[in-house]
């Protein structure tokens, strides 16, 4: 029997109980080129919650009835495909839930003799990685002396942002929302300076920890603090948009700071979304992995076992409560 | 005597009587370097209430008592300068008043065998035209069969970014508040489509003439249009952020629209101020000129003659009375 995630309401505003719906299936029987893969770790992302709107946007809509979409490291348990092993550990769309029959499309292997941990493909050598990396270099260009200032600084991509940024030779001020994510930012991960934008004075920090203004803000928010760091951007100064979590849970439109600054401090400002960068993952796999070996970079997984756990789990990221990349531990991590 | 307008007030909101005031100065002797102009053609451009606000942005505030800043054309009266003679034309920073002594600093020679009618220089071979030039070519790099968007298309700045966006193989939606202006549009300058603001749909009528979505919006106005704009952009478009002209009189700040659509949709967007490109300004006028010849390009100046018209006719602005350019003919032209 496979334990599955039913979306079986669109959530409006927080998601509340029966949006999703815990149910026992049975597995299908394979057909030819099919796999059956069984998940072992499954990522919680705070696009998650635009995946379970009913609209489309980068990515085709959900449907009522379906198993929750999520990422997932998975082991193949059964193959009638000729590109599959049994025991191949890989990369999928494995969704909320223990089994998953696949056709093995967009079903990456992940190379098993790297030294790394299986956990880290699903943050700093995933998608959390990829992520941060195209949406720190490729959009914003950050050159060394520049001062680099992010939002949800110590979650799953803003850590890695911080430390990329440090790499590159900024200057990273990070913004979160507690003490022990403060701390942690400075003193495990080396970062200039942090800001508790729940207890502190976010505009009265940032002049002090950002004397020569921001050339470039990494926005993973949204909402009113990012007036107050516009505020504080230089002339031709850069925005990596990322994510805008604080409005995900919203059930009316949140409108966005006035345009004012970003005209006459010529601000470039740039959506993106990791998946375009799909081509070019093995650019920043190699450095991120390098990078790791050298010691210059560290990751942070918040691992909750158990796929019964994952819409609670999953509501942890709209209040901070999470502390690292979020994830599920689905079965054993068989490389342990 | 000179007649000036001197900044007495720093506006709240609209522009009221008495926030400027005529004021008749005796024009004090030259020393050895200064120079003696006298205003033919003085600018007025929505950017002027935002220099009036006492607030520094991308050129230093305005100090209360000052003449009240604008460009101009103007001839040289008296020179005690080596670098100027006599019936020179130039433009300058001369501001609201006949006549204006200067150092020279930043006032540069127009060439008087071109051909064309020196009131062009204020608007699409001046300032005007170059605004447009670089903020489309250079902001957005429009391609052959994109679909261009611009607000206040019938504006001083917009009418010309229309032409450039057709001399370029955009298709091109104005959008404008009359239906003079829209008819204008699409029967003077031949771009694809308008709409009028003011008694169509927005959403609908975009839906209708951008059947393939928006890829360039140039946006000048700002306010709750915008909103409908981004929702009917297209992944990978870019915004060319020119003006807010809706929100220049405003008391408060205006919110701005939800990033979502520029996050989902991988939106571009810039902010530019033309000053950015002085450099640069040859390249634009090269081009602008060649169009003009081949009649490519038209311009529209709407001219009010007098200095003591100054304050109301910027007014005009703000409320869409204008059709083309605003310039007020200080004193006659010499060329003419």
């Known amino acids: 029997m496979n334990k599955q995630w039913i979306l079986s309401k669109f959530p409006v505003g927080e998601i509340k109980e ?7 299936s049975e597995i299908p029987k394979l057909i030819d080129g099919q796999i059956l893969i069984k ?9 998650n919650r635009g995946w379970m709107s009913g609209q489309k946007s980068y990515v085709d809509a959900m449907q009522l009835g379906d198993v929750m979409r999520g990422g997932t490291i998975s082991i193949v348990e059964d193959t009638k495909s000729e590109k599959f092993e049994k025991g191949d550990i890989v990369n999928a769309m494995g969704g909320w839930q223990e089994y998953c029959v696949s056709d093995g499309k967009g ?6 003799n790297t030294g790394f941990k299986l956990d880290s493909f699903m943050s700093i050598l995933g998608m959390t990685g990829m992520t941060a990396y195209f949406g720190l270099l490729d959009i914003t260009k950050p050159k060394a002396g520049e001062t680099l200032v992010v939002s949800a600084a110590a ?32 003193n495990d991960l080396g970062i200039d300076g942090s800001i508790n934008y729940k207890t502190e004075n976010l505009r009265e920090k940032l002049k002090e920890l950002c004397p020569s203004g921001v050339d470039i803000y990494f926005e993973n928010v949204g909402g009113k603090n990012t007036e107050i760091i516009l505020s504080r951007m230089n002339v031709n100064s850069r925005i990596s948009l990322c994510g805008l979590i604080s409005g995900y849970n919203s059930e009316t439109i949140v409108p966005g ?31 991120l992995s390098t990078w790791m070996r050298d010691g210059k970079i560290k990751y942070k997984n918040h691992i909750i076992p158990g796929i019964e756990n994952a819409e609670n789990a999953l509501k942890k990221l709209f209040n901070g409560e999470n502390f690292g990349k979020l994830i599920i531990e689905v079965s054993k991590d068989p490389t342990l």
């Not at 998940?39 to 696009?47: G, K, M, Q, R």
């Not at 079903?107 to 098993?112: C, D, G, H, Y």
């Not at 911080?162 to 990273?172: L, P």
């Open 107 to 112: 079903i990456r292997k992940i190379p098993l």
């Open 257 to 287: 700071p006035a345009w004012g600054n970003l005209l006459v401090k010529r601000i470039n400002l740039r959506g993106f979304i990791v998946f375009d960068y799909i081509k070019r993952y093995m650019e920043a796999f190699q450095d």
């Open 155 to 186: 979650g799953a991509v803003g850590s890695i942002v911080c430390q990329i940024g440090k790499i590159k030779g900024c200057r990273v001020i990070g913004i979160a929302g507690s003490q022990d994510k403060c701390d942690w930012l400075v």
């Open 39 to 47: 998940n072992i770790y499954l990522s919680l992302d705070p696009a």
């Open 18 to 24: 029966g949006d999703l719906v815990l149910h026992d």
